[in-house]
């Protein structure tokens, strides 16, 4: 009885208890190239994702092969669609993809929106395909003045880009459409425009902007501030 009794203090619980701890090395996952990343809500749908593969491997194979393979037609995808391929081909900095994609949009869905000319511009110019901006504002048929963010940031990538040929042509499309005779433009739009012909060395023409285009902007504000 008494050994029954007898103290094992190797029976014990110990008093510490036993750390369970696991250390973990972090994993950090990111793009792997420099491609900026989605923007929150734009979802890519099953159509657009298939053309703007079909578009890279058709790009594949002519960089491959001597004999230039002839981009697919993207007819046959809704506005919403081209829309969003256009987008993405411009994140990653696929602008002959973009420009290709963007000529469809003109054909299947006529006038596209100015703000679509000024991102693939701005694009071409961060990528140095400067040569390329002179033909994508040859194909402009006209511009509509609504939307004056957009204009200014058309004209600010033309300029930036040195395209001193788009700039004046973009001036004459302005008038055209009326700005100056019928049409106002914010006086910020005169400025920008002003300025960059002038960094052409457009000096007239930058005169003739202030004189025509920056007039009326003053009588219609002039308006509107007596009414």
């Known amino acids: 009885m008494a050994a029954s ?5 190797t029976s014990t619980p110990s008093l510490c208890p036993i750390s369970t701890y696991k250390s973990f090395t972090p994993v950090l996952c990111g793009p792997r190239d420099n491609r900026g990343p989605l ?3 734009r979802i890519l749908s099953t159509e657009a994702i298939q053309a703007i593969q ?14 230039v393979t002839p981009l697919p037609s993207l007819s046959r995808l809704i506005k919403s669609d081209l829309l969003a391929a256009l987008r993405e081909l411009l994140r990653q900095d696929q602008c002959a993809l973009a420009v290709h994609v963007l000529s469809t949009v003109r054909s ?19 990528n140095h395909l400067k040569d390329e901006i002179d033909g ?19 004209i600010k990538g033309v300029i930036g880009a040195g395209r001193k040929e788009s700039a004046v042509r973009i001036c004459g ?6 700005v ?3 049409k106002r433009v914010g006086e910020y739009v005169v400025k920008v425009l002003s300025k960059g012909l002038r960094r052409f060395g457009e000096v007239d023409l930058a005169l003739e902007v202030e004189r025509e285009f920056g007039e009326l902007s003053r009588v219609n504000s002039d308006k509107l501030t007596i009414y």
Request: hydrophobic letters at 35%; aromatic letters at 4%; a neutral charge.
């Open 5 to 9: 009794l007898r103290f094992n203090p």
């Open 39 to 41: 923007v929150k809500g």
């Open 54 to 67: 079909s578009l890279k491997r058709a790009q594949r194979n002519s960089s491959s092969t001597a004999t």
């Open 108 to 126: 299947e869905y006529p006038p596209p929106d100015l703000s679509l000319y000024a991102d693939v511009v701005v694009a071409l110019a961060r």
């Open 136 to 154: 994508l504002i040859e194909e402009i048929g006209s511009i509509e003045c609504d939307d004056e963010k957009a204009l200014v940031r058309l």
């Open 173 to 178: 499309l302005m008038k055209e459409n009326g």
């Open 180 to 182: 100056g005779s019928r």
